[in-house]
């Protein structure tokens, strides 16, 4: 066991709270929130979509279509743009409210079974270090919900290599924003 100091938040869990124990749910969740973060961009990005040259829909190009459309029941995919979509899955997964991922039931966690490892006289801190971190979860858990079904990079393609159209403050984007406060030291 190291004597290090485990943070959650702005609160310091005591130097001699047990390494393998529940206490290890603070730094999982903060390594599995910080390593979101970090490769935010892979998470959120879909680019398994192909769509149809623009060119090939046009009115003037209309026997070709029908031509490639008989050929292989649809079009020939190797004539497809591959394009992306913003995707909310991954982050849902993440935070825990799929069912999945690392943080599942973390609050229920923290409240039941950390806290008996505290210091009583800390044990006003950390409630209020485990509320803050449950109200910017539940904010990333809404926003992040509202993300899949209402953001216009949720529901329109873009090209491959190109940023969304309203990557700067979408829903998925707060989100982001709402997780990096929750690990905020």
Same mark, same amino acid.
């Given at each position: 066991?190291?004597?290090?100091?485990? %943070?959650?938040? %702005?609160?310091?869990?005591?130097? +001699?709270?047990?390494?393998?124990?529940? @206490? !290890?749910?603070?730094?999982?969740?903060?390594?599995? =929130? !910080?390593? =979101? @973060?970090?490769?935010?961009?892979?998470?959120?990005?879909? #680019?398994?979509?192909?769509?149809?040259?623009?060119?090939?829909?046009?009115?003037?190009?209309? &026997?070709?279509?029908?031509?490639? /459309?008989?050929?292989?029941?649809?079009?020939?995919?190797?004539?497809?743009?591959?394009? #992306?979509?913003?995707? +909310?899955?991954?982050?849902?997964?993440? @935070?825990?409210?799929?069912?999945?991922?690392?943080?599942?039931?973390?609050?229920?966690?923290?409240?039941?079974?950390? #806290?008996?490892?505290?210091?009583?006289?800390? *044990?006003?801190?950390? $409630?209020?270090?485990?509320?803050?971190?449950?109200? &910017?979860?539940?904010?990333?858990?809404?926003?992040?919900?509202?993300?899949?079904?209402?953001? $216009?990079?949720?529901? +329109?393609?873009? /090209?491959?290599?190109?940023?969304?159209?309203? &990557?700067?403050?979408? +829903? *998925?984007?707060?989100?982001?924003?709402?997780?990096?406060?929750?690990?905020?030291?």
């Amino acid at each position: 066991m190291t004597k290090r100091k485990k %943070h959650f938040r %702005h609160f310091s869990l005591p130097a +001699n709270a047990k390494e393998d124990g529940d @206490i !290890s749910l603070v730094t999982d969740a903060t390594d599995a =929130l !910080s390593s =979101l @973060i970090e490769n935010w961009e892979r998470a959120t990005v879909d #680019c398994t979509y192909a769509d149809v040259p623009r060119e090939l829909l046009e009115t003037k190009n209309k &026997e070709k279509l029908l031509e490639k /459309a008989s050929e292989f029941a649809l079009f020939d995919k190797s004539t497809s743009v591959v394009s #992306c979509k913003r995707t +909310n899955r991954v982050v849902r997964d993440y @935070i825990g409210v799929t069912g999945k991922g690392p943080l599942v039931n973390l609050e229920k966690k923290l409240l039941k079974k950390v #806290c008996e490892q505290v210091d009583p006289d800390n *044990l006003d801190d950390y $409630f209020s270090a485990v509320e803050t971190f449950s109200q &910017e979860m539940a904010k990333a858990n809404s926003l992040s919900y509202t993300a899949g079904t209402a953001d $216009f990079d949720s529901v +329109n393609n873009f /090209a491959k290599g190109e940023a969304s159209v309203n &990557e700067g403050d979408s +829903n *998925l984007e707060q989100a982001r924003r709402a997780i990096e406060e929750a690990i905020k030291p």
